[in-house]
């Protein structure tokens, strides 16, 4: 069991900035790393991923030139810095690893972003 801790959401004008934490333990590794991202009503949606051994990330056309996706190997830690943000941003924003070889992939527990107008 992989138990993973997020943090820095929050309430923010549109325009604003937030910075997400995604923390894990420090004895696994992961072949991908990611945020998702669901809207009132709606599906969870991916967002950002990043690979840890090539540092190959992925972003959601929504989000591209918005959003940053980073990973600080010393701490097992994956953030998304999320800039210039909208109203249709807001939601919960959970992140899901993914063990390597396949081995398993787990949630995080979501932190509410909510973005005003």
């Known amino acids: 069991q992989v138990h993973l801790v997020e943090s820095g959401g929050g309430l923010v004008q549109a325009g604003g900035s937030l910075r997400l934490a995604c923390a894990a333990p420090?004895?696994?590794?992961?072949?991908?790393m990611g945020w998702y991202h669901q809207a009132p009503g709606k599906q969870r949606e991916l967002v950002a991923t990043?690979?840890?051994?090539?540092?190959?990330?992925y972003y959601a056309d929504s989000v591209k030139g918005r959003f940053t996706i980073s990973k600080d190997n010393t701490k097992n830690t994956v953030y998304l810095q999320m800039n210039s943000l909208k109203p249709e941003d807001t939601g919960v924003y959970f992140c899901?690893?993914?063990?390597?070889?396949?081995?398993?992939?787990?949630w995080g527990q979501g932190t509410q972003v909510t973005v005003s107008s």
């Open positions: 899901k690893v993914e063990l390597t070889g396949r081995a398993g992939r787990y």
């Open positions: 420090v004895i696994f590794t992961f072949d991908s």
């Open positions: 990043i690979r840890p051994r090539t540092g190959s990330t």
